[in-house]
């Protein structure tokens, strides 16, 4: 849990950095690591979500968290999805719980099984949501090589503030 102390890009890097984390290459990888030392599974799967609409959700259930991921995002853009919902399962965000009438989860054919409490955001401009960002963008950042899509986390970091 962060406490919300994850307000620039500074803290955010010190953060990942504390976590000791093997090289990666995706968010798959990374994903897998934070289960492994957290204990808990952290699955990704890709459904049909309603647009407009997020573009990524949590679920928190009983023995898993499962992040959905709009299937029609590919690339960069996909995997910075499933990093920004990483960065909310690590953050203990609580957002909003399920709504059943929620258009986001009429995918999944209602709320799964396991106990699950559903955790999305509609107000996109929260403190959560720029500590959500900036730490995708510090875990985007510790797996790129190419110099040239660096340029995304310093446009996120010029965005939210903080070096």
Not at 125 to 151: C, G, N, T, Y
């Amino acid at each position: 849990m962060t406490d919300g102390r994850l307000s620039t890009m500074r803290d955010c890097r010190r953060y990942v950095r504390s976590l000791r984390l093997d090289p990666y290459s995706s968010a798959h990888e990374l994903c897998d690591q934070i289960s492994s030392a957290r204990g808990r599974p952290i699955r990704v799967v890709e459904a049909r979500l309603p647009v407009p609409g997020p573009m990524g959700v949590w679920v928190c259930r009983t023995d898993d968290d499962v992040v959905i991921v709009q299937d029609l995002a590919v690339g960069a853009h996909r995997d910075h999805i499933v990093l920004h919902e990483l960065a909310h399962i690590l953050c203990e965000h609580e957002g909003e719980r399920y709504r059943h009438d929620e258009p986001a989860l009429s995918a999944l054919g209602g709320l799964p099984e396991g106990g699950a409490v559903v955790r999305f955001r509609s107000v996109h401009d929260s403190a959560a949501e720029r500590e959500a960002e900036l730490l995708a963008a510090a875990f985007a950042e510790f797996a790129i090589d190419d110099r040239a899509e660096a340029k995304v986390s310093w446009d996120v970091q010029r965005y939210f503030g903080g070096a």
